[in-house]
């Protein structure tokens, strides 16, 4: 893809994005408007990243249909969406992190209720690793899935996971067996017995609708277990791995959209300002670019690679804490009264925190950047 294409991509991202401003802080007040206006205000298939035959109208750009399959086409249209609503872009129906499992997991018949299922009309899905005592460190994972007859029975709470009480299919991990290769995906339809849901008030982010799932006793069958013609060593450890890394890349363009969101604003409102503020705005827009760059690349990286996490933990970091610098200062920027003054800048500053703990925290980024150093796994980003 070359950047000739990726900026006619962004421009036309852009021109949709203009689409979600009108009811932005509506969302962030009432997560609900998400369910009762599917897609925000923009048609919901065209951004779900749908298989071509399930995609009728799919984004064109110079006539070229652009299917956001790709880690890369991603997070320029989501960067751009984020710039107006980072929450909107999370609480689009659709597969969202799903696809990724269901694309290195699912089997013929599981792929087409899959997508029968979520293209026939707005649906929401949800992923489910994080619990409640344990967060998301599958090592201590208490979700099981025990043999019960023919079929199997689930047990566990997940919480903090996005859409997951307005959605009605997702996957849940669990563990079959001892150790990281006793982990699997099973992919579960809300309407069984002994499933609940129920959303958790939140701050940032709002529209994503975090929720905590219930499952008691869930009867599933061996038709839910994702991946179960594969080897142990390919089944829900990899895919969730592979799945963290495709989507860090884009949670860092939401992130990077909602500085640079902070950014417009303070050059928009902010009349004059002292030498030493303007070498920061300097600053800011040199990062600004420079973290695109690195989320451009680390999405390349994935899209390469996706068993290789190592940039798109750097990316992630590096926009997470530009999100979190910009919001913060362009608070102070704005003088007294900012917050109450300019709900929207309100509203980027609670977002921007929730980046942090999106796939993993900034201190799990570290190690695995580390373990990529070590192992010499940084590519030249230069040549990205
Ligand atoms: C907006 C939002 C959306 C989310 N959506 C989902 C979702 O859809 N599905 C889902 O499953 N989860 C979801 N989560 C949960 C999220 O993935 C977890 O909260 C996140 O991965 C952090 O994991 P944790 O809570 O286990 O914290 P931990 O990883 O336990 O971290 C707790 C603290 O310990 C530190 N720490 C942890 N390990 C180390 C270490 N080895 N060395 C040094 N310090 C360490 C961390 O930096 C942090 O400060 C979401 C969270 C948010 C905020």
Redo the contacts with the bound molecule.
Sequence with gaps: MNTDFLTDLRAHARAYADLLRPTALDRDRNPDLAVSSPGCGLPWRTFAGLPAEYNPEPLRVDGRPVLLHSCVERVVVLEELARVDAGAV?ALPGP??SSSVIGDLADDDQRQRFWERITAEPTWT??????PT????PSGMRTTVRRDGDGFLLNGT???????ARSRIGIV?ARRGAGPLGMVAVLVDTDLPGFTAAPLS?R??RA?Q?SELRMAEVPVTEDDILGRHRSATRQGMWAATRTFNRYRPVVSCLALGVAQAAYDLVVTERRGYRVAERHLLTDWEQRLTGTRALVLAAARSADANPGDGTLAAAAKLRATRLAEEITTTAVRLLGPGARWEHPILDKLLRDA????????????Q??TLAEGYLQRRLPDVRAA
């Design positions: 999370l969202s992190m949800f992923f489910a690793m994080t619990e344990h967060g998301s460190d997940k919480r903090y996971i996005g859409n997951a991990f939140t940032g982010v994503l975090l925190r929730a980046f942090e703990f999106m796939e993993g925290t900034g201190n799990v570290r190690l």
